[in-house]
């Protein structure tokens, strides 16, 4: 009985962590569409810098995530 419940608690946590996976490349991919819209339209040069940053730190983000559960 206990194994059956360590295995349900066990298959939740993966699929918790497989979905906030998910958000987090879709966070990444908006914010890339986000700044080649910005480097389209002539954005100024200080807030393109400031969006590429900030896409940077998310998808360090990403992949502290990905390795911490791997």
Do not use: H, W
Not at 22 to 47: F, H, I, L, Q, W
Request: some cysteine; overall charge positive; aromatic content about 8%.
């Amino acid at each position: 009985m206990a194994t059956l419940r360590n295995l349900k608690i066990k298959t939740s946590t993966c699929k918790r962590i497989v979905k906030e996976l998910r958000s987090y490349e879709k966070e990444v991919e908006k914010e890339a569409a986000k700044t080649a819209d910005m480097k389209e339209k002539g954005a100024d040069p200080y807030d393109l810098k400031q969006q590429v940053t900030e896409r940077s730190s998310i998808q360090q983000l990403c992949l502290q995530f990905f390795l911490l559960f791997s």
